[in-house]
């Protein structure tokens, strides 16, 4: 079985996947080159919780810093890695139907101690993102240092199913609408791409 039909079977049947030979490790390490150069350059902002007018800052329950990958700062890394993304949401609607008609994504970096408390990824009011990656551009983690993504289950939110430590070039997609997961505090900064598959309403 290939890297991407074992990632299909595991989204399929737990609604999460973790892949480490997926993402190509020329590409994730020019990626986190590029995220060093956002965040050198002061382009990161403390993340919000919430939508729009309700958004807030509580680095209690969010401790990220984050900075959008948009046209303007998409460099050639992230050129490359929005084509190869792009590859991979048309193979998942090939695979699942799914609909995907769109992507965002943004670099992030927890500084020690902070971790983002248990959450969807998905917002009632805002139902377009269905499936949630994230690729860690860490250069190198222990098992000592924390930073875990945890999932849990669908059914039951305090039912931990797994707990993912930010190896480098790891890669985790999962469904953003039913799996409550969290992150616990790191103990060095660490660094990310996470982004989300949509299905945006496209006008007649
Ligand atoms: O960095 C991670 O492992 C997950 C981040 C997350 O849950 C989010 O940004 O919504
Ligand atoms: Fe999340």
Same mark, same amino acid.
């Given at each position: ?44 902002? $403390? ?72 959450? #969807? ?9 269905? #499936? ?18 945890? #999932? ?29 997961? $969290? ?22």
């Amino acid at each position: 079985m290939d890297d991407r039909e074992a990632l299909f079977d595991s989204l399929a049947a737990h609604h999460w996947a973790v892949s480490d030979t997926l993402v190509p490790s020329p590409l994730y390490e020019s990626l986190y080159h590029a995220c060093r150069q956002e965040w050198d350059a002061g382009h990161f902002r $403390e993340a919000r919780i919430g939508r729009q007018h309700s958004d807030s800052l509580r680095i209690e329950i969010r401790g990220d810093s984050i900075c959008w990958m948009t046209p303007e700062n998409a460099g050639m890394e992230a050129d490359d890695f929005l084509a190869w993304a792009d590859t991979l949401r048309q193979d998942l609607n090939r695979e699942f139907y799914a609909g995907l008609n769109s992507a965002e994504f943004h670099f992030a970096r927890y500084s020690e101690g902070r971790g983002y408390k248990k959450h #969807l990824d998905q917002h009632h009011q805002n139902t377009q993102r269905r #499936l949630s990656l994230v690729l860690y551009l860490n250069r190198q983690w222990n098992d000592t240092d924390g930073g875990e993504l945890c #999932l849990y289950s669908p059914d039951n939110d305090a039912a931990e199913i797994l707990r993912i430590l930010p190896k480098p070039g790891r890669l985790v997609v999962f469904r953003s609408d039913i799996i409550p997961h $969290e992150v616990l505090p790191c103990v060095q900064p660490r660094w990310s791409l996470t982004g989300w598959f949509r299905s945006d309403h496209v006008p007649d």
